[in-house]
């Protein structure tokens, strides 16, 4: 579990994996030892629906030939566009033979190694007091915080107290780094969910020490360097240029759209360095000096309005039905509670894509497929959690205060 854990997160966001080679070699050699251990399982050990995963296929394929027709290169289309999906589907499907638990603390203990390695290289530079913490790495980019907060708040049960606490001052810290204003709406709201649900249902206890935590964190980073900066972005004193780029991006991938609504462009589509960073010029030029005149990008700060530039209506349906819809008919059982903190974490990372391009990442289609797998299999046979060995009884608590999970 923790070698899964090291694998995902480790790699860093500035050594795109698709652009080197010997970083891409470490995620298909993963890649490769779980397919090879999980066939011995079988992967139809949960259930999950085949439609949306079968139409999904046949839209990454299709968009093949209409990349082509549309001027991409093939090696573009495979190696900058096509390349995430299939990581997902790869691991979406073989997901299923693993147990849910094993999942969950896979994926927090992922967001644990990442929160080091951002530390590390945060501690390391000459920059240890600036204003936003993404000039020093771009790993803060790739959400594990908002996906660690999900998995302390709403599974805290499967993991030892000591960790659900380091977690959550980790992923909180994290969060106060990045100073995303996208991302503190999301665990704002995150929050609030989590503060209702559990006064609904008696536990005051909990939703106390999460919002007296959470305040004591919000009042001590509006107090920094970071969180000046982040007030006087939301209040127009800070000129945020790069909100330029985005309504540069939806205006060009919606023109894209009109020209082929179905089934898009295709994968791989270049996109002017112009758009994506316009308003801020020079360093469009930079660009221009270090990589040349017809250099371009293939990401876009949204991936609702990327999946219907590259895929159509066709594709975008099919990507998003598979990360929520598809849910199979077959009843496996499961000492999960439920399946809202899966819903709670796809929700925040699918959110915060909306404005950010890590959906183009493998790290962030690897994990979005994980967390997928665990909510397709939606009916399922509930088993007491004493049944279940992995699981410590010091572990059964299903909150910060001590309570049982409904059965």
Known sequence: MMTGATILSLPLVEITPLENPYVFAVFVVFTGLMIVFNLKDGVTKKGGGIFFPALLSASILFSLPVAYLNGTDPMDWFMRGA?????????????FAKDDVFIIRMLFYAGLVWAAKVLVLVAISDTLFAQRYTTVTKDLLVPFNLLGLAIVLY??????????????LAFVLMTLMAGYRSQFGIVFLMVMIYVFRDLSRGRAFAAASVLTIGSAAVFYFLSTPTGEYFIGRLTGGVEATADWGRYAEIRFALDKFLMSPVFGVGLGTPIPTGVTFAGREAYVQGLVTRYG??????????????CLMNLGLFGTFAYFGTVFLNWGRKRVQSVLPDRFGAIIALASLVGFNLVAATFTLIHWQVIVALLSALLAARF???VPISSDPSIKKRDHRNSFAVSRPML
């Open 380 to 382: 399922r046979v509930r």
């Open 155 to 168: 599974y805290p049960q499967y993991l030892p107290k000591l960790m659900r606490w380091l977690g959550l």
């Open 293 to 306: 005149a017809g250099y371009n990008v293939t990401y876009m700060h949204n991936i609702v309005m990327y």
């Open 83 to 95: 390349v995430p999906f299939l990581f997902f589907l790869i691991f979406y499907i073989f997901a």
